[in-house]
């Protein structure tokens, strides 16, 4: 009676420990190559998206003097009166550890679940891309908090939450495992247009030990990893990749994905919240750029300082901040382009700095293929361009030297 009771028992577990058969699961999603490449396509989009709607900006521009508001949320950055529970901080936590999350998924679960169908190559492949965003967004979160945890496997936090944060020194030291892994599995040539490239995980790598450098005793900088920075930059710049012959063409979207593009956010304008980029609605002059209701003004705009540091004939200018005069004819091209007028206003007015965004502003239904609705466009959000790695390498040169004959 008890073999019975035994017996029936454990085909009941059996029974009860199916998976469903009509719906995904971790245990069944992974048949093709195609299924195991689509499971790392949001880590392009999706889990950046809370930091590259407000935080990405406020944080960088806004703390970096670039990009005036008198929002409050974003003001703050702007006065270095940052606090506790700022909306951005918070934004830019949830949305980085979201990506450490949806990677983790990857890495932990495509080599062990995978289908036989699916090819040695492209599961590395999808683990080097896993393991690029997950050092990525580490990068971001040790230098705007310092000491973190790190994370490797999601479901353990299930068994205990408590997690211990680790030293700078050895969240760097797991950026660049992730980073190193990345860019021995990752081919030179992106397999999909948008996806990344061996070129894009030496090209972070550089960029990763340049700051690196940086945590040296008395403001000195190491010079291990600045050489490093410098080999890593120097790879990527005699690749073969080119810089785009005109700047202002990065932000139209004909031109994304281009060879000067290493990393970029993938965005899906008028499919739905999370897929898209926003930038625009913020920052675009008014509504008659957008021609969708949105367009906010820029929380006012780029500052007299930035607008200063352009020379005269800078065309980079011209591509980046809108100035009284400026004629823009991939804007409202429908009706003869857009020309931006200098509007009278106050210090706290949306016209104190006299300008505009024109970088990620692509202008209304009618321009651009079409990318643009509500708070949505399809424009890509750079995160590291070939012009950074060359920056990367001359400021690895440089050193802690004032000047160089290099």
């Known amino acids: 009676m008890m073999v019975a009771i035994l017996t029936i028992q ?42 590259n709607d407000k935080a990405w900006w406020a944080i960088g521009e806004g703390m970096g003097g670039n990009h005036y508001t008198n929002d409050g949320d974003m003001g703050e950055m ?45 599961k590395r492949h999808a683990v080097a891309e896993a393991k690029f965003m997950r050092a990525t967004a580490y990068f971001y979160l040790v230098r705007l908090w310092g000491p973190i945890p790190i994370i490797e ?45 061996k070129w894009s995980a030496e090209g972070m790598l550089a960029k990763v030990y340049l700051a690196k450098a940086g945590l040296g005793q008395n403001g000195s900088r190491k010079q291990l990893d600045l050489d490093n920075a410098k080999t890593h930059a120097a790879n990527v710049i005699n690749s073969g990749l080119m810089l785009m012959p ?29 897929t898209q980029n926003t ?3 913020y920052w675009a002059k008014d509504a008659t750029v957008t021609g969708v209701g949105d367009g906010w003004g820029g929380y ?19 591509h980046t901040i809108m100035l009284d005069g400026d004629y823009y004819p ?19 007015s949306a016209n104190a700095t006299h300008s505009a965004v024109k970088k990620y502003v692509i202008g209304n239904p009618g321009d651009n293929g079409g990318q ?21 390498y001359a400021e690895a040169v440089l050193g802690n030297s004032a000047n160089t004959s290099d």
């Open 372 to 392: 643009v609705c509500f708070m949505s466009t399809g424009i890509n959000t750079y995160v590291l361009r070939l012009a950074d790695v060359y920056l990367i």
């Open 10 to 51: 454990c085909n009941q577990e059996e029974f009860l420990d199916r998976p469903p058969e009509d719906a995904l699961t971790i245990d069944n999603f992974y048949q093709s190559n195609e299924q195991v490449l689509a499971s790392t396509a949001p880590l392009y989009g999706w889990p950046w998206f809370e930091a």
């Open 153 to 197: 496997n999601n479901e353990e936090l299930v068994i205990d939450f408590k997690v211990p944060k680790n030293p700078e020194e050895d969240v760097y030291k797991f950026i660049i495992m992730d980073l190193e892994w990345a860019m021995e599995n990752l081919p030179e040539t992106p397999l999909h247009t948008g996806r990344l490239s």
């Open 78 to 122: 702007y006065v270095f009166a940052v606090k506790s529970n700022s909306a951005r901080l918070n934004e830019m936590w949830n949305s980085l550890f979201r990506v450490v999350a949806h990677s983790n998924s990857v890495i932990n679960n495509v080599p062990e679940k995978s289908a036989e169908a699916v090819s040695d190559e492209i």
């Open 246 to 274: 005109e700047y202002g063409d990065l932000f139209i979207t004909e031109y994304e994905n281009s060879d000067e593009s290493l990393f970029a956010f993938q965005w899906i304008a008028c499919l739905g919240w999370g």
């Open 300 to 318: 006012i705009g780029p500052t007299i300082d930035l607008q200063n540091d352009y020379e005269t004939g800078d065309k980079r200018r011209y």
């Open 330 to 348: 991939n804007i409202k091209s429908t009706s003869g382009g857009f020309t931006y007028t200098q509007q009278p206003g106050g210090s706290m």
């Open 279 to 281: 930038n625009q609605a």
